[in-house]
């Protein structure tokens, strides 16, 4: 249920630069005023809850543009092994274990963390898809949690336990006519990675995905083992291989980016492809440096994502943001390779607040031991905060964590409830 809301005494974010002090009202889940300066009394006496925003800046939720839900139970498990060992020896026997129920606890524990961080979109890489009722037990969890989720039901035809392409296909139809206009969940296809499918079904998924206005979702060039293999058997790396696939477009989310070539990225840059960076994984894993720089001066569109919490370790949105900036920076030894303002426009996904926009936002302290003094609202958002630093979280206007309480969950019995859950899922998982 939404109500009328004012915000006053705040630092408004704006593409164009910062209202300070500004106010705002949201109506119907959208803005209806964004101005600079201070409400009158007959706008205070208008709304039915009034928020002083004073020593906090207000934005557009951060936008999470990859994760797996299910690895919010498997974090600290990467352990210095790299990508491929590390699917092989934990991840894959973990995931093969998952009950339904686990799924969804393992998926309101995800959300619930992206929310503390000020997160009000996430495209969740859905890897349990052992039935249906496994991908079912994520909706009634984004549908509880409140956050806007794109659920990206990935899938293989190749390589160990292969599904049946057909099977694919119809199971994609019945998702997406699940999607109702202005739901906040919603499907896309999510091919594994270019080496475990056939090209015939990443064609026909992705045409299918564009045909119910959604998208492929895929993990491309994460590792140079991986990029070798394609180059083996198809002649040609990973992007280059999409491209002559027909799939590589504006409908296409490239997942890691990290191996790729000046070519690959004119490609990127040509057919408006989104690259989702995952900084924070790709470190813990040892994977390497995304070419950001390069992307961005060629215009290649950018999303942040932090990857599963098995390899992150934590869907800290706000520590991407700056990690993003750090990699860039010393991974090319270029001061100017990622500016702050620029790593904050693509933790937002570009978004802003105006008027007529749909009132998804956080407010987030600055008046803190770490961002204190601010001399620039955007370093110390992008250098100086920590998600436990956001204070209140909206989506469609409605409050969903207000003075750092959630308000869709009970969070301490939640955890309790997750302990259990992995205690048996280990076991039956035989890493015990």
């Given at each position: 249920m939404t109500e009328k809301i004012l915000i006053y005494n705040a630092n408004i974010y704006q593409s164009e630069g910062?209202?300070?002090p500004g106010f705002l009202q949201i109506v119907d889940g959208k803005y209806k005023t964004v101005q600079s300066g201070n409400p009158t009394n007959e706008m205070l006496g208008s709304v039915e809850q009034v928020i002083d925003a004073n020593g906090m800046a207000v934005l557009p939720g951060l936008v999470n543009g990859h994760s797996h839900?299910?690895?919010?139970?498997m974090r600290g498990l990467a352990g210095g092994r790299?990508?491929?060992?590390w699917l092989k020896e934990l991840i894959?026997?973990?995931?093969s274990s998952f009950s339904a129920e686990e799924m969804y606890l393992a998926s309101l524990l995800g959300l619930a963390e992206n929310l503390r961080g000020g997160v009000t979109f996430v495209v969740d890489h859905h890897k349990i898809t052992h039935s249906r009722q496994h991908t079912e037990a994520v909706m009634r969890a984004v549908e509880q949690i409140g956050l806007r989720c794109t659920i990206a039901r990935a899938w293989s035809d190749r390589g160990n336990n292969p599904e049946d392409g057909n099977a694919i296909l119809?199971?994609?139809e019945h998702w997406y006519s699940l999607t109702k206009p202005g739901s906040k969940v919603n499907f896309a296809s999510g091919p594994l990675t270019p080496w475990r499918a056939t090209a015939e079904l990443l064609q026909k998924t992705h045409e299918q995905a564009v045909r119910h206005g959604s998208f492929t979702h895929i993990h491309v060039s994460e590792t140079d083992e991986e990029v070798q293999m394609t180059l083996s058997e198809s002649g040609v790396r990973p992007v280059t291989w999409l491209n002559q696939l027909g799939i590589l477009d504006e409908n296409s989310h490239i997942?890691?980016?990290v191996w790729v070539e000046e070519n690959e990225i004119d490609l990127l840059a040509e057919k408006n492809a989104l690259v989702v960076h995952c900084p924070v994984s790709n470190a813990v894993l040892g994977s390497g440096i995304a070419p950001i720089g390069k992307m961005l001066k060629k215009g290649v569109r950018i999303r942040l994502g932090t990857d599963g919490s098995a390899s992150n370790d934590t869907q800290d949105c706000i520590e991407n943001m700056k990690m993003s900036i750090c990699l860039a920076r010393a991974g090319f030894q270029d001061a100017a390779s990622l500016t702050n303002?620029?790593?904050l426009r693509i933790a937002l996904s570009d978004r802003t607040i105006a008027v007529g926009e749909v009132a998804d936002l956080m407010m987030i302290k600055l008046d803190t031991l770490r961002?204190?003094?601010v001399h620039d609202l955007t370093s110390a958002i992008t250098l100086c905060a920590h998600s436990e630093d956001v204070d209140t979280v909206l989506v469609a206007g409605e409050i969903l964590m207000r003075n750092g309480n959630l308000t869709t969950i009970d969070e301490e019995n939640l955890i309790k409830e997750c302990n259990s859950a992995l205690k048996s899922l280990k076991r039956r998982a035989g890493i015990d």
């Open positions: 910062w209202l300070t839900f299910s690895q919010s139970f790299p990508l491929l060992r894959w026997p973990l995931q119809d199971e994609m997942v890691h980016a303002d620029q790593a961002s204190a003094p």
